[in-house]
């Protein structure tokens, strides 16, 4: 069965430093999304990204954040200056045209 | 703005019991209503959903959850639970959004089954 991987699955990294969490949804899927999920507290929609653009986006995706499918299959989340409070686990999902979005295991970020 | 509220944070319970998460959502359009399941480890699973026709819809692994649109709940249960039920349990409400849908997640139930 076709699933969304991601990776890493565990990233460390200093504050102010840039990173890029990258996602490879299910192939024949059109829509992409990324969530956020602090420890302990709900998951939290970022973004969402169809037709090569940004077609929704929370007041969580400041413009420290960006999106890119930079080829057929990848997805990536890029924060460019990492703060402390932006240590989570990130998930992918991606979507058909109908409702169901299937998630990827996500990446814990780690901002020390 | 809808949201979604879990009112058991952590539910405890032995194998063979019987199980109820609870989900209320606030949202005055058309929804569809989920629950996913996130076991040990793993990513986000999606155990049933609900998009219309009958209120109550059955899910994998005896899972069953019941939409009262009068109650704008969308309550879990599942009548004897197994120590593999272990797992962080969301409820989700989608609503629509340029040709997709964008779903509110709840805060999430922490399920402990004792065997």
């Known amino acids: 069965e076709p699933e969304v991987t991601q990776t890493p699955s565990h990233q460390v990294t200093q504050m102010g430093q840039e990173v890029i969490l990258r996602c490879v949804p299910i192939?024949?899927?059109?829509?992409f999304y990324w969530y956020r999920q602090i420890l302990g507290q709900k998951v939290e929609f970022l973004v969402s990204?169809?037709?090569?653009?940004?077609?929704?986006k929370s007041e969580i995706f400041d413009d420290q954040f960006s999106v890119e499918r930079p080829d057929g299959s990848n997805f990536t989340l890029k924060i460019r200056s990492t703060k402390l409070e932006d240590s989570a686990m990130y998930f992918c999902?991606?979507?058909?045209?109908?409702?169901?979005?299937?998630f990827g295991p996500g990446t814990r970020l780690t901002v020390l | 703005a809808q949201s979604v509220s879990q009112h058991n944070h952590h539910v405890i319970l032995s194998e063979a019991a019987s199980l109820e998460l609870g989900c209320n959502y606030s949202?005055?359009?058309?929804?569809?209503l989920f629950w996913y399941v996130q076991y040990p480890g793993q990513h986000l699973q999606l155990l049933l959903k609900?998009?219309?026709?009958?209120?109550l819809v059955k899910g994998i692994k005896g899972f069953e959850a019941e939409f009262i649109k009068s109650k704008f709940s969308f309550n879990l249960r599942k009548p004897s639970v197994q120590w593999s039920d272990t797992a962080e349990y969301f409820c989700?409400?989608?609503?629509?959004?340029?040709?997709?849908?964008?779903?509110?997640f709840g805060r999430g139930t922490s399920l402990i089954v004792h065997p």
């Open positions: 192939s024949n899927h059109l829509y």
């Open positions: 609900y998009f219309s026709g009958d209120p």
């Open positions: 999902a991606s979507s058909r045209r109908d409702n169901e979005q299937f």
């Open positions: 949202y005055g359009g058309t929804v569809n």
């Open positions: 989700a409400v989608n609503r629509a959004s340029g040709g997709s849908y964008i779903p509110t």
């Open positions: 990204f169809y037709n090569n653009e940004i077609s929704e």
